[in-house]
């Protein structure tokens, strides 16, 4: 069952007091949708709630700090999960051959997957020690008052 199943239709899109048994639903269909976008309005107008209804649940204590950094770190889950898959896996491309789409023996496009070596590169550079970027200091044009 979805969260829009569980608020009564006539309810939805009304305007006034939101009566206490249909809150948890909207609560967390406002999560849910945070949790993909990170965009407090989207959420908002997702789950039928103002952007004023959703400070006041923040201040009441409804939506919790540790809601929000819950949703927060399902993001950043789909944002890792994407570059990984990027990085590994690849993006779908066209194969081209002379500037023309390549086509199989049924006249479809056939696709290659292509990973981003950039990506990985970047990766390396902030997990594998042999690949970080040690601090130089240029002792002919650094602070000659720190070297003794």
Known sequence: MTTNQLIPEPFQNRSGPIPD???????????????????VQISCESAG??????????????????DLDDALERYR?????EI????????????LSNGRVV?????????????DS????????HILPE????????ALHGDLDKVS
């Not at 990984?84 to 194969?95: A, M």
């Not at 950039?118 to 550079?125: D, G, H, V």
């Open 118 to 125: 950039r990506l990985l590169i970047e990766m390396a550079k």
């Open 49 to 66: 709630i103002t952007r004023a209804t959703f400070n006041s649940w923040i201040n009441h204590g409804l939506i919790t700090r540790e």
């Open 131 to 138: 690949w970080m970027q040690a601090e130089r200091t240029d």
């Open 77 to 81: 889950d789909q944002i890792r999960a």
């Open 103 to 115: 086509k199989d023996d049924n006249n479809q496009p056939i696709y290659n997957d292509v990973p």
């Open 84 to 95: 990984t898959k990027r990085t590994f896996v690849g993006v779908r491309k066209p194969l």
């Open 21 to 39: 048994e249909y809150k948890p639903a909207i609560k967390e269909k406002l999560l849910e949708t945070l949790g993909k976008t990170n965009i």
